[in-house]
Every structure is written in structure tokens, then in C-alpha cells.
């Protein structure tokens, strides 16, 4: 998600949260609600319902692990040519301590 430069901060802020809220909802619920449907049909309960909340949880932290890295990256780039102001202000705060 690449922020509108035309939109406040506080607005990119919230956009970026949102993200990862819904994509920890989205990534939980889906496998731990496969999970209760499947307890269900196969009468299992409640095994479906807890492997489908563990993968759901392991999708989730894959998921938001990649948007602050993502996150991380417009920061501070890491390409040859990118911008390294970030990175620079940072090694110059840590030459004055």
C-alpha cells in the first residue's frame, strides 16, 4: 500500500493499522472458521477448530511479518541507488553517543 502523498499523516497512519488488523482477522478467522465447519460435518470437535486457529495464527504472523518488512524497506531502502537518508541520520546519531 503505497501512501497518497496528498493525504495527511495521521491518515497514512490509520491506513497502514487498519492493514494489519484486518489482515491478522482476516488470516485467523478464516482457518479457525474452516476449522469449526469442519468440527461439525466430521464431528471432531474441537481438533479442526485448534489446528485451523494454529495455521490461521502462523498465516497471520507470515502476513504482517511481510507488511513491516515492506514497511521497513520504504524506510530505509536497501538498494544501491536508493535513499539512504534514513540510514545515514541514524549512523550520525549513533557516531555522537
Not at 1 to 25: E, I, K
Not at 68 to 89: C, K, M, N, T, W
Request: net charge negative; hydrophobic share 45%.
Amino acid at each position: 500500500m503505497r501512501p497518497d502523498p496528498g493525504l495527511p499523516s495521521v491518515w497514512t497512519d490509520a491506513l497502514r493499522v487498519s492493514q494489519f488488523a484486518w489482515t491478522v482477522a482476516i488470516l485467523v478467522l478464516v482457518p479457525a472458521g474452516i476449522g469449526l465447519w469442519l468440527d461439525r460435518v466430521l464431528d471432531t470437535q474441537p481438533w479442526a477448530l485448534l489446528i485451523g486457529a494454529l495455521v490461521g495464527t502462523i498465516l497471520a504472523s507470515i502476513g504482517v511479518t511481510r507488511l513491516v518488512l515492506r514497511r521497513y524497506e520504504e524506510i530505509a531502502p536497501s538498494s544501491p541507488g536508493g535513499d539512504d537518508r534514513a540510514r545515514d541520520r541514524f549512523a550520525e546519531e549513533d557516531e555522537r553517543a
